[in-house]
């Protein structure tokens, strides 16, 4: 959640413009105090009253405009800023800010925040690809600014090329990232895992789960927003790759454990919240297994798949999920104590709102010592902060890095 925060996000003269109306749309949604600050040109694209409507809040349009509370203030602005982000930001914004000149209020408040500065280019291809437009953007990242990188695709000049604006989505975790780095788990390493492993029987068959992989998702991004460093460990999940974190792609449970075992040797905490496959085919077949072979049934050879969490050694911190269809916080406590955990969070599959594929989750918390602490439904992002709360305190707590 962006609650708390204010963010400059200034918008300049391309087509890509009218992304900075949904980019505004999901900071306001996301809690932030949202001040668009708008160049001449960005006003031929889309009308200032899109933004006001959107922010509830006066748009800044020009230097002098007696409208805008920061009117000859340009200062205010800029220390009001949290983040500064500017998207879309054009060629000609991008040399403005290289050579530090500041004959516009966007301009002007770069110059004049402290805060970080985040620049979202979009442009035509050969502007951008043009040695002027990649010196000025080194310069920025050298001077500290935060380069969410052009995609590639359609242009509107009907061209193809680098150029589009980023995904929305993209900044706004760039964003969320950037605020983050100051957070309460600020240079930790966290490794979560996340979705149900898929262990192959044949090329094209495999034993699986209905995980989604939305806990460890939401997990994983609560970290990265509380300035951890994160690495997400994930098997075939359709949902999409979150910004500013270590993505590792896996199958089975066996390319899991050999992941984790890495990713931890680091690790300040290992949140497991995937669904690990306990078995797995004895033997996968190296052909498509045909039923003619098979004949009128076909029996599955199963053989035990490694214990992750009780088999990863070292020193960090180990959270673990029960899923559970009956005696959750009974069930749940046996494996903290197994499994040597430090935390492990109870969820009932079997509810319609909490477990598989929902937003939300109810989830029993139970540490080491024997607390038990029921929360209520809420989102899974919540429950994430919840469990990354509890983490912040026993990493507080075991002192050290
Ligand atoms: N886990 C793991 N490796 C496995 C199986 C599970 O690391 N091979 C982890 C899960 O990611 C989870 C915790 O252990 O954090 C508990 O998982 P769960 O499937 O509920 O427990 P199991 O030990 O597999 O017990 P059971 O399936 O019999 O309930």
Excluded: W
Excluded at 109 to 124: D, F, G, K
Excluded at 164 to 177: C, D, M, N, P, Y
Excluded at 189 to 195: K, P, Q
Excluded at 371 to 383: A, D, I, Q, Y
């Amino acid at each position: 959640m962006l609650t708390n925060k204010t963010v400059v996000l200034g918008v300049t003269g391309s087509i890509a413009a009218y992304k900075a109306a949904d980019i505004a749309s999901k900071l306001v949604q996301a809690g932030a105090e949202v001040r668009v600050v708008m160049t001449e040109s960005a006003t031929e694209f889309v009308s200032p009253l899109t933004f006001r409507s959107l922010t509830n809040q006066p748009v800044v349009t020009g230097m002098f405009e007696l409208a805008s509370e920061f009117s000859l203030e340009h200062v205010a602005l800029a220390e009001a800023a949290d983040v500064v982000v500017i998207a879309p930001a054009t060629a000609n914004i991008i040399a403005k800010l290289a050579v530090g000149l500041a004959d516009d209020m966007l301009s002007a408040t770069v110059l004049a925040t402290e805060a970080p500065v985040i620049i979202a280019p979009a442009m035509n291809v050969n502007m951008f690809q043009n040695s002027v437009t990649q010196d000025n953007l080194a310069k920025l990242k050298a001077r500290g600014f935060t380069i969410v990188d052009p995609a590639y695709g359609r242009l509107a000049s009907g061209k193809v090329g680098l150029g589009r604006l980023a995904e929305v989505e993209k900044i706004i975790g760039t964003i969320k990232q950037v605020l983050g780095r100051s957070g309460d788990l600020a240079a930790r390493r966290i490794v979560v895992t996340a979705g149900g492993t898929q262990e192959a029987i044949d090329p094209v068959r495999y034993v699986g789960n209905r995980s989604s992989g939305k806990m460890g998702y939401a997990v994983a991004e609560a970290a990265r927003d509380r300035g951890a460093k994160v690495t997400l460990i994930t098997a075939p999940s359709a949902l999409s790759e979150p910004v500013g974190i270590d993505v590792v792609h896996i199958t089975s449970a066996v390319e899991m454990k050999e992941a984790v075992t890495r990713a931890c040797a680091q690790a300040d905490a290992l949140i497991m919240t995937a669904a690990v496959a306990d078995y797995q085919p004895k033997s996968t077949a190296r052909q498509k297994i045909k039923k003619e072979a098979a004949g009128a049934g076909l029996t599955l050879e199963l053989v035990k798949t490694p214990d992750i969490l009780a088999e990863v050694k070292g020193d960090f911190l180990r959270v673990g999920f029960a899923a559970e269809t009956e005696d959750h916080v009974a069930n749940a406590r046996q494996k903290l104590a197994k499994k040597q955990l430090d935390l492990i969070a109870a969820n009932d599959v079997t509810a319609p709102d909490s477990g598989f594929t929902v937003d939300t989750n109810r989830v029993t918390l139970i540490s080491r010592d024997g607390k038990v602490e029921e929360l209520p439904l809420m989102l899974k992002r919540e429950v994430a902060d919840k469990i990354l709360d509890r983490v912040v305190g026993m990493l507080a707590e075991k002192g050290g890095r």
